[in-house]
Structure formats: C-alpha cells, structure tokens
Nanobody, 120 residues
Framework: EVQLVESGGGSVEPGGSLRLSCEAS????????MSWVRQAPGKGPEWLSL????????WYAESVKGRFTVYRENAMRMLYLQMNDLHPEDTAMYYC?????????????WGQGTQVTVSP
C-alpha cells in the first residue's frame, strides 16, 4: 500500500520558516519523482515543486521560487520542503505527492497533509 505521511506543519509569524517532512512507503521511492502541493481553504490545489528521483533537479512554482527548497533523502525514503520567508498567503494544507511532472498530481497520489498557518 502506498503511504505518504507529512509532518512539520504549524503556526508561524510572517517571515518565519518551517520544514515539512514526508515519509514514503509502499513504492520504490528512489525511482519516483516527487511533488509538493498545497490547498488553501476555499481554493483549488496549487502545485509547488517537483524533484526528480535522483534529487539533482528541481522545479518550483513562481509563487514560492526563491523561498522554498525541496530535497530528498532516498536512503531514508524522506522528502522535505524547507519554507523560508513565509507569507500569510502561504497558509494552506500542504501535501506531498508522487510526481506528475509540473502539474497537479491526481488526488490519489497525495498524502494526508499537514497544516501551515502564517499569521501575525
């Protein structure tokens, strides 16, 4: 069974940082591109980043480029999203997902999510 379990969300002030983690199981993680997606209340999902299976190539949405960094540890089956200089508009549920190029992956590829709230 494919499982993706996110953690590391929380509440921070604008300008703060968080690191999200995603533990993967049930598939060959080291052969799989991975993405991060978020969804704010009342809005559709937004693709944020993609990292290739080797971890040596990344892509980002313009909204997070320069502030967020995706990386992975294949030996540990872990995916990460380092988020710096957070803005209130970054408030959303964040999901890791099996990659789907730079598109929003199908919902069935996502984990259960972790909440990020950015407010003064």
């Amino acid at each position: 069974e494919v499982q993706l379990v996110e953690s590391g969300g929380g509440s921070v002030e604008p300008g703060g940082s968080l690191r999200l983690s995603c533990e993967a199981s049930g598939f060959i993680f080291g052969d799989t591109d991975m993405s991060w997606v978020r969804q704010a209340p009342g809005k559709g999902p937004e693709w944020l980043s993609l990292i290739n299976y080797r971890g040596d190539t990344t892509w980002y949405a313009e909204s997070v480029k320069g502030r967020f960094t995706v990386y992975r540890e294949n030996a540990m089956r872990m995916l990460y999203l380092q988020m710096n200089d957070l803005h209130p508009e970054d408030t959303a549920m964040y999901y890791c997902s099996r990659g789907y190029s730079t598109y929003i992956p199908p919902r069935r590829y996502w984990g259960q999510g972790t909440q990020v709230t950015v407010s003064p």
